[in-house]
């Protein structure tokens, strides 16, 4: 058994422990409201109280071990049992302690429905729990998941931009290179210091858009038919959002349209206003690449990432053309 899950059990048990302390010292003040002065009924307070946990506590043990063994029969028999028996011990007790014409029936009567209502109450409050775990367990694999998602992103991030920059250095080794390199230290210090929270600064995602354009732009000479825009718009400063939510679209968009043989055109737009951000990219498609498998990873897990982030909070739309694709993404309810 690890030290985790001794811990979470011994928390459990306190938790317990202390909502049925809780409880029964709630019963006991009720039981003596009327005279919290009078040590003798102080005490016939505390008497009624034990005679109570008795036959609840000798239920519970036969919920646990006979019912949800489904050991209905014995079950039963307990049951049977505990409610003539904690009766009774009622009858015998209370009847000295304060005289009255209740019969041993009436006592058993009383047991039964003690037991009925703490039943309820285990029941409820084992619902709960398992309620709460569930919920728990969900955000836990939540969690998970975004991480493997994240984890799988930026090595193909990674991975792409390394090959643009061993195609740089091969045709022109220098400073173009050298400010490449410095580029991509910048964006892996963001991707590996800055992004472990659940909520980022747009306008740093948008300078991480900026300098991830610089770097493509790094690959082209001077009269390469290029043309990369960004336009922003809207409160970004003030707005917030999923950190690399929209890399993988601008590293999509490069990817696919970047072509020695025909016009390559990028253009972003990104607008926040109020709780909503939009940002759309449109790029040309290289026909040579036309045979590669869809828009890529970075796509595929951006979209479980949207589903898992923005649950009923986002709008994902594609269109892709002989020689254009295009896409666009709206995100609502961002945290600032």
Not at 89 to 97: C, K, M
Not at 129 to 150: I, P
Not at 274 to 280: E, I, L, P, S
Request: overall charge positive; aromatic content about 8%; hydrophobic content about 45%.
């Amino acid at each position: 058994m690890s030290i985790i899950f001794k811990t979470r059990v011994l928390e459990k048990l306190k938790s317990r422990t202390a909502i049925h302390a809780f409880c029964w010292v709630g019963l006991f003040l009720l039981m003596a409201a009327d005279n919290l002065l009078d040590p003798l009924h102080l005490f016939h307070a505390a008497v009624y109280v034990l005679l109570a946990m008795l036959p609840v506590y000798a239920h519970f043990l036969a919920i646990d071990h006979l019912f949800l063994a489904r050991r209905r029969l014995l079950y039963a028999g307990v049951l049977g049992l505990i409610i003539v028996a904690g009766g009774a011990l009622d009858y015998l007790v209370l009847s000295n302690l304060s005289p009255s014409k209740a019969t041993p029936l009436t006592y058993m009567m009383m047991v039964l429905v003690l037991l009925v209502i703490t039943t309820g109450l285990k029941f409820g409050a084992r619902g709960i729990r398992r309620e709460l775990d569930l919920r728990e367990l969900q955000t836990r694999h939540a969690r998970t998941e975004l991480a493997l998602l994240k984890s799988q992103i930026h090595p193909h991030f990674l991975f792409n931009t390394l090959n643009n920059l061993f195609a740089l250095a091969r045709k022109e080794p220098g400073e173009r290179t050298a400010d490449g390199i410095s580029r991509l230290a910048d964006l892996m210090r963001y991707m590996i210091y800055e992004t472990d929270v659940e909520r980022i600064e747009l306008a740093r995602e948008v300078e991480q858009i900026r300098s991830f354009m610089a770097l493509q732009e790094l690959r082209f000479a001077p009269e390469d038919d290029i043309r990369f825009e960004l336009q922003v718009t809207g409160d970004v400063a003030n707005a917030r959002i999923a950190p690399m939510l929209l890399m993988p679209f601008v590293e999509n968009a490069f990817k696919h349209s970047v072509s020695l043989q025909q016009p390559v055109r990028v253009r972003m737009e990104l607008d926040a206003r109020g709780d909503t951000v939009r940002f759309a990219v449109r790029n040309t498609v290289n026909r040579r690449r036309r045979t590669d498998d869809g828009p890529g990873l970075g796509l595929a897990n951006v979209r479980r990432r949207l589903e898992l982030l923005y649950p009923g909070k986002h709008s994902l739309e594609t269109v892709e053309g002989e020689d254009e694709f295009a896409v666009t993404l709206v995100v609502r309810d961002g945290e600032r």
